[in-house]
């Protein structure tokens, strides 16, 4: 009898290790770091563009003074975009994730009407300096888009996860986990990299 009750005693703290492995003890707190992750890697490629606009702005002023009032809203809406910050233990807050998103779609929109003004200066649109920026400007779009898609997919498998079980059950009793926002375009084609034509 005493072999069989050691061996009960050993086998239910095993049983409850597996029955507790299978309740989100540890996926859970791996997709959130996912899915926070992914939250860098969008706010990495829109510090990049923040900083290729400024390089854009001086280099566009030298070649048309008649643009300054596009150049300084391009310029007032950098800052502003620059200013809302969304940390990862924000992106729970849709309220905080949407004042980032509108921020960002604002500056989107600015620098297509700073990019569209070019057209006007024939020799801006053979400067190198110019097509380098307009080039790497083209890139970070690309690159915006990609790390919003790689987000979104990681707040869409932590959402499910917390979300099912049996997952749910340390979701909710152990991390007190709470749905992530995904990013959502804020208008009309905002989650696409602007279509530019400099006539060449």
């Not at 030298?62 to 969304?86: H, M, P, W």
């Not at 498998?157 to 917390?162: E, F, L, M, Q, S």
Request: charged share 20%; glycine share 6%.
């Amino acid at each position: 009898m005493t072999i069989l009750r050691r061996f009960h005693l050993f086998l239910l703290p095993l049983l409850g290790a597996f029955a507790l492995s299978a309740c989100g003890i540890n996926s859970v707190p791996a997709a959130e770091e996912v899915a926070k992750a992914k939250w860098a890697d969008v706010q990495a490629q829109y510090q990049r563009r923040a900083n290729l606009i400024g390089n854009l702005v001086a280099t566009v002023k030298a070649a048309g003074k008649q643009e300054q009032d596009t150049l300084v809203k391009v310029t007032e809406a950098r800052a502003k975009a620059t200013s809302v910050q969304v940390s990862a233990d924000d992106l729970s807050d849709p309220a905080k994730v949407q004042q980032f998103q509108q921020a960002q779609a604002q500056l989107s929109q600015g620098l297509g009407r700073l990019l569209a003004s070019v057209e006007a200066y024939p020799d801006l649109k053979t400067n190198q300096n110019f097509l380098d920026l307009q080039s790497q400007l083209e890139g970070t779009e690309n690159r915006i888009a990609v790390s919003i898609r790689d987000y979104n997919e990681a707040v869409r498998a932590y959402n499910t996860r917390i979300r099912t079980f049996p997952d749910a059950i340390g979701a909710k009793l152990i991390h007190g986990a709470k749905p992530m926002t995904p990013f959502q375009a804020t208008t009309p084609g905002a989650e696409e990299a602007p279509k530019v034509d400099f006539g060449n």
